[in-house]
């Protein structure tokens, strides 16, 4: 999975120093693997401007913590919510939640116009993060 990420581009993007870019995603491992090598390949000057949650104890506590610029569902989590299957990582309130649900609270929490960049395929995520990144 990690190849598949990485060859979703090679060149760094400008500094974008002040974006910010929170994911949700249910895979810790992946999540810590990402975290050493995807902000660089988005340009973002430091590891702490994106950071990774794989729970919705911590998810939750950091959309009301910090105003993000992007908010991103991991592939595995949309594959999971695609299947209408629990996200793992759930709680007792979200424990039957589509990604559908996710997105509400995310613009409840950031605005209507937050970004919300999304894929099922681990080639696209840094493509459609990009993306993202260049209407900020």
């Given at each position: 999975?990690?190849?598949?990420?990485?060859?979703?581009?090679?060149?760094?993007?400008?500094?974008?120093?002040?974006?910010?870019?929170?994911?949700?995603?249910?895979?810790?491992?992946m999540a810590?693997?990402?975290?050493?090598?995807?902000?660089?390949?988005?340009?973002?000057?430091?590891?702490?401007?994106?950071?990774?949650?794989?729970?919705?104890?911590?998810?939750?506590?950091?959309?009301s913590r910090?105003?993000?610029?992007?908010?991103?569902?991991?592939?595995?989590?949309?594959?999971?919510?695609?299947?209408?299957?629990?996200?793992?990582?759930?709680?007792?309130?979200?424990?039957?939640?589509?990604?559908?649900?996710?997105?509400?609270?995310?613009?409840?929490?950031?605005?209507?116009?937050?970004?919300?960049?999304?894929?099922t395929d681990?080639?696209?995520?840094?493509?459609?993060?990009?993306?993202?990144?260049?209407?900020?």
């Open positions: 999975m990690i190849s598949q990420i990485k060859s979703g581009g090679d060149a760094v993007v400008s500094d974008l120093s002040d974006a910010t870019l929170l994911v949700r995603g249910c895979d810790p491992t810590a693997k990402a975290q050493q090598f995807l902000p660089s390949m988005l340009g973002l000057r430091n590891s702490t401007q994106m950071v990774s949650t794989t729970d919705d104890v911590d998810f939750f506590d950091q959309l910090s105003q993000w610029d992007i908010v991103m569902f991991a592939p595995g989590a949309y594959r999971w919510s695609e299947a209408k299957q629990p996200i793992p990582g759930g709680n007792e309130e979200t424990k039957n939640w589509s990604l559908s649900e996710y997105r509400v609270k995310v613009r409840k929490a950031l605005g209507e116009n937050i970004q919300i960049v999304e894929t681990e080639k696209n995520i840094v493509p459609l993060l990009r993306e993202a990144l260049t209407k900020l």
